[in-house]
Each structure stands twice: as structure tokens, then as C-alpha cells.
């Protein structure tokens, strides 16, 4: 990524800035702090003259949407989220003797949990792509495989012509079209058990606080994949000055609705958006907006009046307790071409007989083969490249 922002300051220096603002989700919960510690490593033997001829690019601000950041905290997260203490809407997902089957996978002696730590401990590729695979299909991929639930619901696709269009490749350069993901990629990431290593995401994003870096964690919370719950654990961990001391308030946005609940010390915000699935900026567009122009702003989250480098830091409760019911939960099959209402939070009304396809049909529509061979790391894969595609 370094490489790559070195070329693109040289080769369009009129998009070139003193400061650097990257926003990434999903998988960039795993790669977004990396990459960007890696960036500011440089910058520092810039700094000592022991890496001439490259461009200084200071980076102001991360953001990070519903990421994957550890995995040993996102697997329990998903028993979290859909059994025990469960999701703010009220969807008891599974039956009884799920549920045990799920908790057996996650903790019972050999499985999930302990697959994991052998991954952490060894580093290696059989023994990490081991525990991914059996933990994606045991603990995961229940909600897809037994609940028939897509724990993704990913947005329309009209971005794609939109990137590939003549004017907008035009702008950037390009000489081939935009791609939402490779194959080959993903068989790579796969191999390696990628998935299952931490990495050093949580040391990453305590070395860029330290930095001065302002780094923005949000979290939709309808979201299974990347779930808040998870989110909620990573941001304790960071041990941010002041975190533990501060409380969750609301979010006020210029619609004058409350459309989610923030903790905020200093520099590091976890915001809780209601309402909103694994891509937040397509379920509250507005609040998504409003969140990154304070970030790169240097704003707080909660209202945009404060500055953020002068000791702020948010009041309230220690826990966001809000729950928004299952009002606006599907629990019938819905048209592939039904349009989701930003407003009332779930799909405008349609004609009960136009033609529904079932999860398992939709996952073999074009945008399920277009990503990826049909196999078990397929919706893992989608996570993966959806995180890095977004990045910016």
C-alpha cells in the first residue's frame, strides 16, 4: 500500500496532501492497522534521512467499519451475538440443541477456541488454516447453513459500473477495469489460514494512538460477521488513555435523529450505529458521512463541537443498552429487487407475488459466482476482499 501511495503522489501530485485520511472495513479490521503502521515506519526513516527520494505522507486518520481485527474475540463473538447475552433485536436464532452444538464448537477441548490459540502459538499455515476452516463451518456458518439467514445482505452493486465508468477511470488513470475480488487472491489467503491469525492488529492500532493518529472504530449492529459485540471487546483491549473512564452518549446528526451511541477518549471512538448491517454507509448514509467528515475534521463523534486533542472525552453509561426490537426484522423471504429504505430501516413495501429466491439461491447468483468458486471459505473470502476493496 505504501508503494503504491508513493506512486500515486508522484504521478497525480494534485490530489497530493500534507495529511493522509484512510477509511477500510471489514477485513481492513485486519490489515487497515498494518498497513498503516507500516506507513508511519517509513515516515519515520523519512524523517531520519534514511529514505530519500520519498514522499512524506502523514497519516491524520483511521477508520474502521464493522472490522475483523482478533480473531479468537470475533469467533466467541458470533456465540455471543446469536445465543448469549444476544443481539439488540430480539432474533433468537437457533433452537436448543444448536445452541449446544455451537458452544461445543467454539470451547469444547480441541475446537474452535483452542484451534485458534495452536494458530497464535505456532504461526503455522496447516495448523491456522485448520482452525479457520473448522471454525468458519462449525461456528460461523450456522446462520447461513441451519438458520437460512445471509449473514452478509450485501448492498445493490451499481459502485462497480460507477468505478468502470469511462470518466472515472479517466480521473485515476486506469487501464483495466475495476474487479471486486480475485480468486487466485483469496486461494493465497486461504492456504496461509490468513483468517485466523491476529497479526498484531491490536499492537498496530496502540502504536498509531500513541502517534497521534485519530483512529475512528464504528460498528453497525445488525451486523453477524464483524458484529459490534466483537468490536465492543477489541476497543477495550486497545487500552486507549482515558477509555475505560469514558461513557457512551448519543450521536446527534443534522437529521435530528439519534442514530447511534458513541465512547469516545481523546483520540479513539467506538461508535455503535443502530440500524445498520455489515456496510454502515449503505444502511445510514447520513450518519456515515457526517462520522467521517468530523474524523478528518479532528472532531468529536458524538456532535462534531469539540476537538478531540484538548482532553475530550464523552459521558455517560459505561454500556450502550439501547435495543431496538425486531420491528424491522425480515422473517420472510424478500425480492431480490426490493429496495431498502434508509428511513424506515427495512425494504419499502412490494407485491407479495413477485418471485423470491431463497438464501441459498441467491448465494448462487451472480454476485455470489462472480466473487468466488463455491466452496466453504467462500463467504469468508467475500469478508476478506469486501474489507480491502474498500479501502482509501
Known sequence: MWKTLQGFTGAFPQYSRHEFNFATESYGGHYGPI??????????????????????IKL?????????YDPLVQYQAYYNFSIFPGNTYD??????????????????????????????????????????AWCYNEVEAPLDSIADRDEYAFPYTFFVHYL??????????????????????????????????ESGTIEALQKL????????????????????????????????????????????????????QVKQAGTFAFARIYESGHE?????????????????????????????????????????????????????QVPADAIYNTTTNQPNPYNSTVAKRSIGE??????????????????KSRRRFIGLGDSL
Not at 474452535?112 to 495448523?127: A, Q
Not at 462520522?291 to 455517560?316: P, Q, S, W
Not at 454476485?367 to 468458486?373: E, G, I, P, Q, V
Open 91 to 132: 432474533f433468537d436464532v437457533y433452537n436448543e440443541s444448536t445452541k449446544s452444538m455451537i458452544y461445543n464448537a467454539m470451547y469444547g477441548p480441541g475446537n474452535c477456541y483452542d484451534m485458534t490459540v495452536d494458530c497464535y502459538k505456532s504461526g503455522l499455515n496447516d495448523i491456522c488454516s485448520t482452525a479457520d
Open 60 to 68: 491524520s486518520t483511521l477508520l474502521i467499519g464493522n472490522g475483523w
Open 209 to 260: 494512538l500513541k502517534q497521534g493518529v485519530y483512529f475512528v472504530e464504528f460498528a453497525g449492529d445488525a451486523d453477524y460477521n464483524c458484529n459490534w459485540l466483537g468490536g465492543e471487546v477489541v476497543s477495550e483491549m486497545i487500552e486507549a488513555p482515558g477509555f475505560s473512564t469514558a461513557g457512551y452518549t448519543n450521536m446527534s446528526t443534522s437529521d435530528n435523529i439519534v442514530h447511534g
Open 280 to 332: 454502515v454507509p449503505f444502511y445510514q448514509p447520513l450518519t456515515a458521512l457526517e462520522m467521517f467528515e468530523r474524523a478528518i475534521c479532528g472532531l468529536d463523534i458524538a456532535d462534531g463541537k469539540h476537538n478531540v486533542r484538548h482532553g475530550y472525552k464523552t459521558v455517560g453509561t459505561p454500556r450502550s443498552t439501547f435495543r431496538e426490537g425486531n420491528a424491522t426484522v425480515q422473517f420472510g
Open 362 to 379: 441467491k448465494k448462487r447468483s451472480e454476485r455470489s459466482t462472480k466473487l468466488f468458486k463455491p466452496g466453504p471459505a467462500m463467504e
Open 164 to 197: 468502470n465508468s469511462e470518466k472515472v477511470q479517466a480521473a485515476v488513470g486506469a487501464f483495466v477495469n475495476y474487479s471486486e475480488s480475485s480468486s487466485t487472491v483469496s486461494a493465497a489467503f486461504t492456504t496461509t489460514g490468513d483468517d485466523d491469525r
Open 35 to 56: 498497513f498503516n503502521e507500516y506507513l508511519e515506519e517509513q515516515n519515520a526513516l523519512i524523517k531520519d534521512g534514511k529514505l530519500h527520494g520519498a514522499h512524506y
